[in-house]
């Protein structure tokens, strides 16, 4: 399965849904790979760097404008190559579903279907409306689209624009759970994700490990805020294969 993972404007969380996503596939026993598109920043590469098949992209070398570009095939080989090792590839993209990155999704599409995988887009949303106008065409185009309420930004009644204009469309809306955001901060910069942090047994002084040292991290929450994740994934991950936008005549 391939589970691409966009976004209507730029922090809006995908990085950090990213990291959840693949602990939750962790959890449940499940090979997975990540190849991470923000060539910008590379966050979710670097964490996912030695611990998994994990490769570096930037999406926006290619431009929709070309009908086809050396970049196409490359992209393709990659991850052809990535989920042979795997069962699972999360694909980080950059900020904003805009027409290059659509470029991605169709390409994706159609070169994972084509080889007998699924794919699913998981389009993070905050809770101001900006580029909430492109999702009817993606609606249209994607039927495995899972819209994410990230809860970081407030109530899900605080979501107007998607509640009132898009929510309709979909049989599933995801309500992402919120982690403190020196937590988060803290996951990246010592490039960990959160099993890997959960099943920590020690620090190590002097050690060259990226190692939990600090109290303001607490893996008693941590582990509340994975499983309350993990209650909203799985029946993603686990569920029958049935496309989660409605079909209108």
């Given at each position: 399965?391939?589970?691409?993972?966009?976004?209507?404007?730029?922090?809006?969380?995908?990085?950090?849904?990213?990291?959840?996503?693949?602990?939750?596939?962790?959890?449940?026993?499940?090979?997975?790979a990540v190849l991470d598109g923000d060539g910008r920043t590379g966050d979710v590469y670097a964490t996912f760097l030695r611990k998994c098949p994990a490769?570096?992209?930037?999406?926006?070398?290619?431009?929709?404008?070309?009908?086809?570009?050396?970049?196409?095939?490359?992209?393709?080989?990659?991850?052809h190559q990535l989920l042979?090792?795997?069962?699972?590839?999360i694909i980080n993209t950059p900020d904003g579903a805009d027409n290059i990155l659509q470029k991605w999704f169709d390409m994706t599409l159609k070169h994972t279907e084509s080889c007998g995988y699924q794919f699913k887009l998981?389009?993070?949303?905050?809770?101001r409306p900006d580029g909430l106008d492109l999702l009817p065409e993606l609606a249209d185009r994607f039927g495995y689209l899972f819209p994410i309420r990230n809860l970081y930004f407030g109530r899900p009644e605080?979501?107007?624009?998607?509640?009132?204009?898009?929510?309709?469309?979909?049989?599933?809306?995801?309500?992402?759970?919120?982690?403190?955001?020196?937590?988060?901060?803290?996951?990246?910069?010592?490039?960990?994700?959160?099993?890997?942090?959960?099943?920590?047994?020690?620090?190590?002084?002097g050690s060259d490990r990226k190692v939990f040292a600090s109290p303001s991290l607490?893996?008693?929450?941590?582990?509340?805020?994975?499983?309350?994740?993990?209650?909203?994934?799985?029946p993603i991950i686990d569920g029958e294969e049935i496309a989660n936008v409605k079909a209108f005549e």
């Open positions: 399965m391939v589970w691409m993972v966009s976004g209507n404007k730029g922090g809006v969380g995908k990085s950090l849904f990213c990291l959840a996503l693949a602990s939750a596939l962790e959890l449940e026993g499940r090979k997975y490769r570096l992209a930037d999406f926006r070398e290619l431009r929709p404008e070309s009908h086809y570009c050396p970049q196409d095939e490359v992209y393709e080989r990659m991850v042979k090792t795997s069962e699972h590839l998981m389009y993070l949303m905050s809770d605080i979501f107007d624009g998607f509640n009132r204009f898009h929510a309709h469309r979909f049989h599933n809306v995801v309500d992402f759970p919120v982690l403190r955001s020196e937590e988060v901060r803290m996951l990246f910069d010592l490039r960990t994700y959160p099993t890997e942090m959960m099943t920590l047994k020690k620090v190590t002084p607490s893996r008693a929450r941590l582990h509340r805020w994975q499983y309350a994740v993990n209650d909203v994934l799985c």
